[in-house]
């Protein structure tokens, strides 16, 4: 995708424009406009995972039984994010910055590692509810789903860096993130009943989840990040996207669903990723 973007730009790249507050040539037909409206499209997007994490959370409250396809699904999507997209984007930033692209990866090991430890300490996703169903500590729950606020926060960063790059990578990312948050707003009313706190705090808590990305994308009105910075962060969201598809979601999905529907639920992975892989080349 990235290749495709900076390929119909004759100057300089659009990231270096936008550093040095010049205009950015938006892809195809489209006008001029300033680097700011772009980080404001940002903040406009992080809305829709606003409504995507509410309505996780809505549907963790009332359906259980088909839970595992829509995981199934979403995992998917961020395989393809990180396929199609990220790692792409590293590469083509470290050739056109004669940059180091293997730093991207070390960051994206960094991310993964990290958030497999938040998980196994701090309970983060709950990849196994039934192994804690027997256990009901409602301060745990809370804590935990204050965890998911504050990745959920990072993610509206995610959204408003990438936008500093170009609105085609921006946009995929919050696609990426967009799916990832009604995962997210699951999880956090899941965490909060799993553990024995009421309804009405479990959707308190949902609200804080649902406003965090708002908040994060509205952050980076206020930073610019270098090309080295920038390739590094994305290094690590990938990590981090990576883990949250691969050694999260995926395993919740099948110890959901019932025996018979493996196959099915790998299909619904696969599509998810093609449609990842051709909304990429679409953009491109």
């Known amino acids: 995708m990235a290749t495709g973007y900076y390929a119909r730009d004759t100057g300089r790249s659009p990231l270096l424009r936008c550093m040095t507050g010049g205009p950015v040539s938006l892809a195809g037909p489209h006008p001029r406009a300033p680097c700011y409206n772009r980080r404001m499209s940002a903040v406009l997007l ?40 990220l790692l792409p984007e590293i590469f083509h930033l470290g050739t056109e910055q004669g940059l ?38 409602p301060r745990l729950g809370l804590m935990s789903a204050v965890a998911m606020v504050g990745h959920s926060f ?28 009604f995962c997210d707003g699951l999880n ?43 390739m590094l962060y994305l290094g690590f969201f990938a990590g981090f996207l990576l883990y949250i598809a691969a050694a999260d979601i995926l395993p919740e999905a099948h110890s959901r669903a019932r025996p018979g529907t493996a196959l099915g639920l790998i299909a619904l992975t696969c599509l998810g990723a093609a449609l990842m892989y051709v909304a990429v080349r679409l953009a491109a």
């Open 188 to 230: 956090t009313v899941s965490l909060m009943l799993m553990h024995g706190n009421s309804r009405r705090h479990a959707l308190l808590l949902l609200a804080a989840d649902a406003a965090a990305p708002v908040l994060g994308a509205a952050s980076t009105l206020a930073f610019q990040l270098s090309p080295a910075s920038l």
């Open 46 to 85: 992080s809305l829709v995972s606003l409504l995507s994490t509410s309505i996780g959370g809505l549907f963790a409250l009332r359906y259980h039984d088909r839970l595992h396809l829509i995981l199934a699904f979403t995992a998917g999507v961020l395989l393809g994010v990180v396929s199609f997209d």
């Open 154 to 181: 990072m993610d509206g960063i995610g959204i408003g860096l990438s936008f500093q790059i170009s609105p085609a990578v921006g946009l995929t990312v919050a696609l990426a993130v967009i799916a990832h948050d």
């Open 100 to 137: 180091d692209a293997s730093a991207g990866m070390v960051t994206l090991l960094i991310g993964f590692l990290l958030f497999h430890g938040l998980e196994k300490f701090a309970l983060v996703h709950p990849t196994h509810e039934e192994d804690y169903a027997a256990h009901q500590h």
